[in-house]
């Protein structure tokens, strides 16, 4: 749903006749043209769940990572501009530690949220900064139990069971909201999340892909880290089969 | 153009508010921490006693404390400064740990770091007063190093620091040899701290031991022993 702007949409400043800030939508855009990323919120911890295209085959397996441990509860997936998407991490990496420096305990990642929803915001406020073109899934595991939020280049961030951004979102969105997220386990959640993610790949449009998982929960001792592999190479077998089945049908 | 000489002295450390802005002398202290490498890894030993000048007012400071997967440090000197230290190697080990890459900072890094930090301060006249034990195993390599407050910094088989320097290296060097089975570490342990105990006025009689072993790196026992025959 592409509209023109015509002379609204020169400046992050500028409102349009309808009330709309056509570069914001812009730069909406630039997420929606990346690949998939998807959290969810299981009952014991937050699965999150990249499809990250490959460019070249040349690249190295592992590398360009796109989810980040923000500190050692929380990680934030990120989908858009790469760039954009590493001063976003940089910038949670330092009121995380920032806040603990200060107040002794690990942000609660409420305040993580508002911060980072904050400081996106805050570039769509000037004209001499441009918005950022990348939005991020921040999963964490406070004493209020596991959360998941979805910051947007707006600098709007809602808490969220599932969430998903990126080429596939709305496919995504649909399988997630098929999920019972309140009984599942993050064990179960890794596959159900990597089957999403096969399902939603288009495999005419982009060629190969990646599929980079992480996960916060009671069996990862509440820390943010990278799916353990042999759970990865479950997820990844699991969700080959699925689509197979889907495709014999 | 401005004629009046500036009241402000342009370094801080210098002119009439120098002193409060650094450290002058240390108000509550940890004694000796002794430490030696044995077969299967490191020991090493510290009293849990802080002294307010030659008042023994604090009995259960623990003055040694895991760093990362691979080290142990423990520190002799001011306890506040020893808090601080802990506080930019916890900020160091978040940073390695994010980065999420099958690396982590081992103890010779660690030592390094710590080196650096020790001598910078000491060169703006603003020492951390501490005297530090890193020791650690990686990759089944065994390290054990030393740092002071002045920068000294070396690696040995077996250190000490304040009194453990005179009155528990030289019972090490006699009787250290490679291969000591841990019974026989925590025997040699136990003998330097009770030589300590009678002849360091700021020794306490309650110990933490804490070992690091060479084969399971994520395991550390602290053993804290009371030996109350000697009060």
Known sequence: MSSIGTGYDLSVTTFSPDGRVFQIEYAAKAVDNSGTVIGIKCKDGIVMGVEKLIASKMMLTGSNRRIHSVHRHSGMAVAGLAADGRQIVARAKSEATNYESVYGEPIPVKELAERIASYVHLCTLYWWLRPFGCGVILGGYDRDGPQLYMVEPSGISYRYFGAAMGKGKQAAKTEIEKLKLSEMTCRDGVIEV??????????????????????????????HQKVPDDLLEEAKVAARAALEEMDAD | MNFMASTQPENRLLGPQSDSQRT?????????????????G?????????????????????????????????ASGEISDFQEILRYLD???????????????GPKEVHN????????????????????VLGGVKNGQKYLGMVNMIGVNFEDNHVATGFG?????????????????FEDGVRLLEKCMRVLLYRDRSAVNKLQVDVFLKMAPNQIYSLAKLLWSLT
């Open chain 2, 24 to 40: 002058l002398y240390p108000y509550v202290t940890g004694t000796s921490v002794v430490a030696l490498k044995y077969k299967d």
């Open chain 1, 194 to 223: 990597a089957k999403i993610i096969y399902k939603v790949h288009d495999e005419a449009k982009d060629k190969a892909f990646e599929l980079e998982m992480s996960w916060v929960c009671d069996e990862s001792k509440q820390q």
């Open chain 2, 42 to 74: 490191i020991l090493m030993a510290a009293d849990m006693g802080g002294s307010y000048g030659s008042t023994l007012r604090y009995k259960s400071v623990e003055r040694m404390k895991p760093i990362g997967k691979h080290s142990l440090l423990g």
């Open chain 2, 165 to 181: 320097n005179h009155l528990a290296r030289p019972i090490l060097r006699q009787e250290w040899h490679e291969n000591l089975s």
């Open chain 2, 91 to 105: 900020e160091l080990i978040l940073y390695d740990n994010m980065w999420d890459d099958g690396n982590s900072l």
């Open chain 2, 113 to 132: 770091y710590l080196t650096r930090v020790m001598y910078n301060r000491r060169n703006k006249f603003n020492p951390l007063w501490n005297s530090l």
